[in-house]
């Protein structure tokens, strides 16, 4: 009864909980920068026990700086909570042996430096003071007063027994990450503008087909607007990523065929828009179909700003695809090909 009533307070937490804060949103990172900057303490101390520090496998060393190319991992980037993987092996070494640090890994905690050593992951550092902050479509973490764990002065000592042993908060040094996503969460705010082309509304026009808007898409003439929802994720630089838009467009032909183009998705990537097409009446038609590409999505120039996050493309070219233009062709009588412009597609996102 006490664990029933337990579950119960959590699920109505959660339920008034905001979205914000009942699930993190963590986005995959891409690039950036670690820099261990390292305590004149303790290169006093390497130099002392003829111990070296070297940076191998993609990690470089100038002085007392090494630094790491961030190669993936995720983050919540509005809170600056995660984990950070790095590219780059650190070896100490001396006439007794050399441990290496591999797979190095910065996570977002008082314990902020894991490394593989030996056969396991090991929590090399803790840090006196941690921080986050925003830093365009990224995020910055910094540790300070990093020292030794006791595990890692443990490992050190026995693998290479220099003269003055390494000691459980010994003086490391800190570090600071600048990562930034390969793809970053969009906010559900703005509209994706869709603008037919005259000659694409004309012929069906011609046909007596109408384009209205489902509702929360809206139109003024042949120029469609639909907000942006969720699930969106896109690159800074708009190289890829799919942004979803809500609402629907429906064809509708007088005595004839309907036809509903339900969540228009842009995938940048792939450059093609699919849908989710619902085809009536059904039958003869088959009704509603799973979200495929209807309609291919020239490149086109992408505006990225990383102070206000804004990716915005203007005038992405909208083209029938076999899928389309079959549909169109079997709804309102053939004449559809593939190739024929429908339009241009223009939207501003904002990244969270």
Avoid at 155 to 183: C, D, H, I, V, Y
Wanted: charged letters at 20%.
């Amino acid at each position: 009864m006490r664990r029933a009533k337990a579950a119960l307070l959590c699920l109505a937490v959660l339920l008034v909980l905001p979205a914000s804060q009942a699930s993190a949103k963590n986005d995959p990172l891409g690039s950036g920068t670690t820099k261990l900057t390292l305590d004149q303490g303790f290169l006093s101390f390497l130099a002392q026990n003829d111990l070296a520090l070297k940076a191998r496998a993609g990690a470089k060393r100038g002085g007392k700086t090494i630094a790491l190319p961030i190669t993936g991992g995720t983050m919540d980037l509005v809170k600056g909570r995660g984990e950070i993987a790095q590219e780059g092996t650190l070896v100490i070494e001396g006439a007794k042996g050399a441990v290496p640090l591999r797979r190095i890994t910065i996570q977002t905690k008082k314990t902020p430096l894991i490394a593989k050593v030996g056969g396991s992951q090991l929590k090399v550092a803790s840090a006196g003071k941690i921080s986050s902050k925003r830093a365009g479509f990224g995020s910055s973490f910094s540790a300070q007063k990093l020292v030794l764990t006791a595990k890692a002065a443990t490992r050190l000592q026995k693998k290479l027994r220099p003269k003055e042993p390494f000691t459980q908060g010994q003086a490391l040094g800190s570090l600071t990450t600048n990562a930034q996503p390969e793809l970053i969460t969009i906010a559900e705010q703005g509209r994706v503008t869709l603008d037919f082309d005259p000659a694409f509304a004309s012929k069906l026009d011609s046909r007596f087909v109408s384009l209205n808007p489902i509702f929360p898409a809206e139109h003024t003439g042949a120029t469609f607007t639909m907000p942006i929802a969720p699930g969106s994720m896109l690159a800074p630089d708009g190289s890829q990523g799919t942004l979803r838009s809500s609402g629907a467009i429906e064809a509708l032909q007088l005595h004839g065929a309907q036809l509903f183009w339900y969540e228009i998705w842009l995938d940048l990537g792939a450059h093609q828009a699919s849908s989710e097409v619902e085809f009536l009446p059904s039958p003869p038609h088959p009704g509603k179909l799973e979200r495929a590409p209807v309609f291919d999505l020239a490149p086109a120039p992408v505006a990225s700003a990383p102070k206000p996050r804004t990716i915005s493309v203007q005038g992405a070219q909208l083209t029938l695809n076999a899928t389309g233009a079959q549909e169109l062709s079997e709804a309102f009588g053939k004449g559809f090909a593939v190739g024929e412009s429908v339009g241009a597609v223009s939207f501003s996102a904002v990244g969270e």
